[in-house]
């Protein structure tokens, strides 16, 4: 018996995979540029500004010098899992773009083509799946760099993200329990029809919020890398690229992460005050794309922002936040939601 | 003990409020600080590109002058040399030959002519015993180099362009100093 497999259907999602792909190594590239940009902004300075015009070549310069710096790998170290390490966070970085709709559809050369790579049924699950194994690869790569310095970072940022994620997935949960699905484009679809999830969820929106900064390791939650008390945390003893992953991969998390928040709680690819259905349909999906993207792009400003302003929490203040703050308020919040949708019969 | 200034104040060890623990409040605040500084004019300036306005009496780069018709003015006297505190300035001299006469206005002339940038400390004194109006400082300081031998400023580095060969050089080189110190 044949098994029919359309085959213009799998060139079309392997094109698709190599677009997002690359668009999110883009994006990661450009908000490095953002963040030194935004920084020096904020401090009163120009930033760079010498490679190309604005500095718009100066992501191409960084990596290019990270390509040709020196090399090191430590003498005892396990050298399998050293090189594993970067590769797995950047691979779990680019992983989780696969479930997220970038858009509602376009139609060229006749076929209806989805901009999501995987409409899969759980989709936040798998995202949240991904999500928890990127810390393997900082835990990886600080355990086999046999330095005290990288295993404290490593041993922080697995604490950190164990301790983060409860929070994050009870805060989570109350979404749930609204929207009643787990796939990304039928929240987004909902979103599109009714309101946004923020007006349902203020409180789960603000504890997602700060789970992802902690998620992403990002200020105030970078102590898994804090450069002034562990000189620099899990990748103390990483030069050139396999650094230059490393950095890379909290880019692209933070893409990522802003790509969720926009879909979860902001409409994803939905332009607020517009009836979509009235445009053609490849009009409306490119529009679409856009306002997805302006949505992400505020919420990079905000991670940036936010590093450039508030100082790094000490450790027990980040225990004591996550799991005597977050937790409650997120159970809290799940008990409010589920005697809400009792009440209203929703 | 008396305090010293009338700024010094008590710390304040009250504990933290309902309000201020919940840092929301103070984080905001911070925020929009943040967000002002982002807006705000920035006071640096792009420098190749755009310098800042010398002041009238700023003190750069000695150039040894000519006169209008590309003579050099110099005629090694030494009195720059003797005047300056961190001698910094050596000189040959030497005699005009006939035939030099469009080369150099009077009868001796500077045959060496060095100033060790690493040891002028600008201040000019050079300029100021300078009976001539052969040397004065210009408005561009002394560029940074790889070796200390660049430093020696020989009489090419110093002299200031033909006048009548390379006007526009000339003209780029005297600058807003153009006969400010004139021998009336």
């Known amino acids: ?346 | 003990m008396q305090p010293l200034t009338n700024r010094s104040q008590a710390v304040n060890r009250a504990p933290l409020t309902w309000w201020e623990r919940i840092y929301l409040p103070a984080i905001i605040g911070g925020l929009s600080i943040t967000l002002k500084h982002f807006f705000r004019k920035k006071p640096t300036i792009n420098y190749p590109e755009k310098t800042r306005p010398f002041s009238p009496v700023f003190r750069g780069l000695h150039i040894l002058n000519r006169d209008e018709q590309g003579r050099e003015n110099c005629t090694a006297c030494g009195l720059c040399a003797v005047a300056c505190p961190a001698e910094a300035i050596t000189m040959e001299a030497a005699e005009r030959l006939p035939g030099e006469e469009h080369l150099y206005r009077e009868e001796k002339y500077a045959a060496r002519y060095e100033i060790n940038m690493l040891r002028c400390i600008f201040c000019g004194l050079c300029e100021e015993a300078c009976p001539k109006d052969a040397i004065y400082l210009s408005e561009t300081f002394a560029p940074s180099d790889y070796q200390r031998k660049q430093f020696i400023y020989s009489k090419n580095d110093l002299l200031i362009p033909h006048p009548e060969k390379e006007p526009e050089a000339y003209k780029k080189a005297l600058g807003n100093r153009a006969g400010k110190n004139e021998v009336k």
């Open chain 1, 1 to 346: 018996m044949f098994l029919s497999i359309d085959l213009i259907y799998i060139l079309e999602k392997l094109i698709l995979i190599v677009i997002i792909v690359s668009i999110s190594m883009v994006v990661a590239m450009y908000t490095t540029l953002a963040e030194r940009k935004v920084a020096a902004f904020i401090q009163d300075r120009r930033g760079p500004n010498r490679a190309g015009p604005f500095g718009l070549l100066q992501p191409l310069a960084d990596g290019l010098k990270l390509f040709f710096k020196e090399e090191i790998i430590p003498m005892f170290s396990n050298k399998f899992l050293f090189v594993l390490g970067p590769g797995l966070a950047m691979l779990t970085a680019l992983m989780t773009s696969a479930v997220i709709p970038w858009g509602s559809k376009l139609e060229l050369f006749g076929r209806e083509i989805s901009l999501q790579i995987a409409d899969i049924n759980i989709g936040i699950l798998y995202v949240f799946g991904v999500v928890s194994l990127g810390v393997y690869g900082i835990i990886v790569g600080s355990w086999s760099s046999n330095n005290k310095y990288s295993l404290m970072g490593g041993l922080r940022a697995a604490s950190q993200i164990i301790s983060y994620e409860l929070a994050l997935g009870i805060s989570l949960i109350a979404l749930l329990m609204v929207t009643g699905t787990l796939s990304l484009k039928e929240m987004v679809l909902q979103q599109q029809e009714g309101y946004w999830n923020i007006v349902y969820q203020p409180l789960g929106f603000f504890l997602f919020l700060v789970c992802t900064f902690a998620e992403c390791n990002r200020t105030p939650f970078d102590l898994p890398e804090a450069e002034n008390e562990l000189i620099g945390g899990y990748h103390t003893e990483y030069s050139s690229m396999k650094l230059g992953f490393y950095l890379f991969a909290e880019y692209i998390n933070m893409f990522i992460s802003s790509a969720v928040m926009a879909t979860l709680f902001f409409g994803g690819y939905d332009i607020p005050f517009l009836d979509e259905s009235t445009l053609p349909v490849n009009v409306a999906g490119v529009l679409g794309i856009v306002a997805l993207f302006l949505k992400i792009a505020f919420f990079l400003f905000l991670f940036i922002w936010v590093r450039w302003t508030i100082p790094r929490f000490r450790y027990d203040q980040l225990m004591g936040l996550g799991w005597k703050v977050l937790l409650p308020l997120a159970l809290l919040n799940m008990f409010l939601t589920g005697a809400a949708i009792l009440f209203f019969d929703k």
